[in-house]
């Protein structure tokens, strides 16, 4: 079946300490991104890509790093300038960025705690 | 800039009634609307997305409408299941500034008692 996979599902980080989060999608789709979620806020797009090799920051892009070397892969990395990593992250993939009728596929997300 | 507001933020139903979820954005300015389910620790998934030009989608037991001109959209569930519990999500694309990202409400969490 099609999808999106993130990987893992829970992710502990230590002080000082980069972690990478995987997201791998079957969907043949141009466009991947990257959210945050916490309690009590919206979803905020940390980093989006429209085609491999390229990558644009979203709201809150400070702290992470991407990369988009295939199209059916966008890591993220949580590096240690982000003081306050612990969120629910999602990927999500469409067929591109255009706005018209373009639903956007989840993951089931990571859950990043520190230690 | 835009923004997106869901109420109730919880609501509570017995097994069988219908129900409506509120979503009201303030810029009339969209591309689309897209209502999202979430499951208690698990992504998203799509339900239905309404273009700008559209007033409705139905899917099954669900019926979504969209008025851009008082920047507002309800969720529709008929019939509804225990099933239906979860939190539900509305997120617009908006015109304005960056229409690469959708602007996402807070949601309405939903359970269904049998």
């Known amino acids: 079946d099609g999808g999106i996979t993130q990987s893992p599902k829970y992710l502990f980080r230590k002080e000082g300490q980069n972690v990478t989060l995987s997201c791998e999608q079957n969907?043949?789709?141009?466009?991947m991104y990257w959210y945050r979620q916490d309690p009590g806020q919206g979803l905020r797009l940390i980093y989006y890509s429209q085609i491999v090799n390229d990558f644009q920051k979203g709201d809150i892009a400070e702290g992470y790093s991407v990369s988009r070397e295939k199209k059916e892969s966008f890591p993220l990395t949580v590096t240690s300038a982000q003081k306050n990593p612990t969120a629910f992250y999602l990927c999500a993939s469409s067929i591109d960025v255009g706005p018209d009728n373009q639903p956007q596929h989840f993951g089931d997300g990571t859950r990043l705690s520190i230690l | 800039k835009q923004e997106v507001t869901q109420i109730p933020a919880a609501l509570s139903v017995p097994e069988g009634e219908n129900l409506v979820l509120n979503c009201s954005f303030t810029?009339?300015?969209?591309?689309?609307l897209q209502w999202f389910r979430q499951d208690p620790g698990k992504g998203l998934t799509s339900l239905l997305l309404i273009q700008s030009s559209q007033r409705e989608q139905t899917s099954g037991r669900l019926n979504a409408s969209l008025d851009k001109s008082s920047g507002r959209s309800t969720l529709y569930i008929a019939a509804s299941q225990p099933g239906d519990s979860a939190t539900y999500l509305c997120?617009?694309?908006?015109?304005?500034?960056?229409?690469?990202?959708?602007?996402w409400g807070l949601g309405t969490s939903l359970a269904v008692n049998p």
């Open positions: 997120a617009v694309r908006s015109y304005a500034g960056n229409n690469r990202k959708l602007i």
């Open positions: 969907l043949n789709h141009d466009a």
């Open positions: 810029d009339s300015a969209i591309y689309n």
